[in-house]
Each structure stands twice: as C-alpha cells, then as structure tokens.
C-alpha cells in the first residue's frame, strides 16, 4: 500500500506493553463469555443481544481459531513501554488515518457528520467499555465507548496460521471494524439488537451475519474511495484475509465439519464477495443490511 501521503490518526491509542490498562467502565467480564462467538474473526462486541446457549457453544466456527501463539508485530520493552513493531504501528495509523478522511467526505455528501472513533492497541489483556479485552477474541469494536481493540499478535496468525500476509490485509481488518463504527453511528446496530432481542438462536446468528457482512462491503467502500493507496497485489491479499475469516472455513479447521445455522460471520464466498461489492461500488448505499 502507498501509506507515505496519508497523515496518521490522531485517534490511535498504543497501549501495549501497559497490562491491566483500564479504558471504561461496565462490561465486567462479559467478553469471556462471548469469546466463542466471536474468536478473533473481526466483530463487534457489546451491542448484538446475547441468546440462551451462546456461551455454552465452544465448537462454534470461530472458537478454538486464530489464538494468538506468541510472536508477531512485537518487541520486548521493559514494563509499561510500547511493544509495538513501529512499522505495524504506522500501518495501523496511516490507514485509520485514511478511513477518517474517506468516511468524512462520505458521510459530508449526504450531509451528515463523521465522528471518528479511537483504536486502542493493547498486549494480553486490558479494560474495554464493553468488559475485558483479551488478546484471544482478536480486533473488536466496542460501541459503548465507540472504539476499536486490538492486539496486533492477530496479524502474526493471520498471515502464518491462515495465509494472510500483507498490509492491504492488515487494512481490512482496520476497515472492517471502522465499517461496524460507521453502523453504530447511521443506527444499524441499534436495530439489529432490537431485531434479535425477539430472535430465535438461528435467527440471531443470521441477523449479526448481515451485520458483518456489510462491515466487510464498507471496508470495500474505504477502499474504493482511496484507491490512490493501492498497489499490485492488494486486493488479492484482502480476498485471502476475507477467505480466511469465513465461517465454513474456520468451521472445518477447528472441528472438521461445518454447521451453518451457528455462523455469525458469514462463509468465506459471503465476506469475499461483501468486500467486492464495496470495492466496486464505493457507494455505503450497495452495502445492504439485510
């Protein structure tokens, strides 16, 4: 990606190597609970309703997935010093830095206004408005504090464990979950919990689907309105990042068979041709939540 003409976000906050940093209150441990769900395939925590047995589902898609095993965009730094590979740090900063601008302008054209949200990289575990961030459920976007968490030791295992190397893939995952900030800021959150307060179990999973699924078209729609940013090969790393994520996928590494009624991300075709069709259209609008 060419990052060197795009100015870092102001809104990124590099809280590795401070363990037990604290960032809102409420929540408690509730995140624990919702590790099974969510399980480091990019989501947002907090705002879609809990149903009855969720918790208890640990062979769902994405448990058991890409856990941290140690290594990555790290460094050793004595105690409360960043940890954060300096080059991962840009990258993460540059392209928050370009979804702010992009979504400015976008939301500018309707004659709304684009409030950005904060990123908050972290090591471990530390303290989100939505409970306990750790460093197994992967990137999430919290909506009660309107921002981003992430440990960067995901990016290592997206690349080695689910061969998904590259900063376009490193953006995506940024972009997705600005996409789910975008949802909280137009509502969509709000009436998806709504619709899933009155859900079935399956119906609840069908429901957070399509939530994904257009975070994953917004991430396209960033793209495709930064274009200027991209090089030869970009888009194919973003592909195998959305391949990669796929309920089926996952389904079929961590427990050899695939339960579709239990997805809450989308199979890997879905997020694939999500992220298409925002790349394509660079229109929020073709981005349906259904």
């Not at 909506?143 to 080695?160: K, V």
């Not at 050899?256 to 394509?280: C, W």
Request: net charge negative.
């Amino acid at each position: 990606m060419r990052l060197g003409d795009e100015d870092p976000s102001g809104n990124f906050i590099d809280n590795t190597g401070r363990g037990g940093f604290g960032l809102g209150g409420g929540g408690g441990n509730m995140l624990g609970c919702l590790l099974p769900l969510v399980a480091s395939r990019f989501g947002i925590i907090g705002v879609l309703v809990l149903l009855v047995g969720y918790c208890a589902l640990n062979s769902l898609g994405g448990g058991g997935g890409l856990l941290p095993t140690g290594g990555g965009p790290t460094t050793s730094a004595p105690a409360g010093q960043s940890t954060l590979d300096p080059n991962t740090k840009d990258v993460l900063a540059r392209v928050l830095g370009s979804t702010e601008r992009r979504w400015t302008d976008l939301f500018a054209r309707s004659g709304a206004r684009y409030t950005p949200t904060k990123m908050i990289a972290y090591s471990n575990s530390g303290q989100s408005g939505c409970g306990t961030a750790q460093a197994a459920m992967g990137p999430f976007y919290c909506p009660t504090d309107q921002s981003i968490y992430l440990d960067p030791t995901f990016f290592n295992e997206l690349s080695t464990r689910f061969g998904a190397p590259g900063d376009f893939a490193m953006a995506y995952v940024v972009a997705h979950e600005v996409g789910h900030h975008v949802q909280n800021l137009e509502g969509t959150l709000d009436r998806a919990q709504q619709a899933q307060s009155g859900a079935s179990r399956t119906g609840g999973n069908q429901i957070q689907v399509g939530v994904e699924l257009q975070a994953d078209c917004y991430a396209g729609v960033w793209a495709a309105n930064d274009k200027n940013l991209l090089e030869p090969g970009d888009l194919e790393e973003g592909m195998r990042a959305a391949e990669a994520i796929g309920d089926d996928t996952l389904q079929k590494q961590t427990q050899g068979r695939v339960v579709p009624e239990s997805f809450t991300h989308g199979t890997s075709a879905q997020r694939m041709a999500a992220l298409q069709t925002g790349l394509k259209s660079g229109d929020p609008a073709a981005c349906k939540f259904n």
